[in-house]
């Protein structure tokens, strides 16, 4: 779904399902969690939107993302986090 490095093109809600994150630590372990339901990821999204003066290259994921499993999740894409976060401050 998404590889650490890469840009956060948007904020993943889950609904159904598991998502593996994991992130490479400085010395060079892996650290793993799930997101189940009710958890999102792509939040370097808002900290990206409400930086000023604003940046228009997208944030790098401090992560990476699998499914293991058949999984839903709602994606807010960039764009969208960023109107809503300028509307509705």
Not at 48 to 54: E, G, I, T
Request: charged share 25%; with cysteine.
């Amino acid at each position: 779904i998404a590889r650490e490095g890469d840009p956060v093109q948007r904020m993943l809600f889950v609904v159904r399902g598991h998502l593996q994150s994991s992130q490479v630590l400085r010395d060079g372990l892996k650290s793993y969690c799930m997101l189940g339901p009710g958890n999102f990821t792509g939040d370097e999204l808002l900290s990206w939107c409400l930086r000023r003066p604003f940046i228009e290259r997208l944030p790098l994921s401090t992560s990476t993302l699998v499914t293991l499993e058949t999984t839903e999740a709602f994606g807010l894409e960039a764009e969208d986090v960023k109107y809503v976060t300028q509307h509705f401050r």
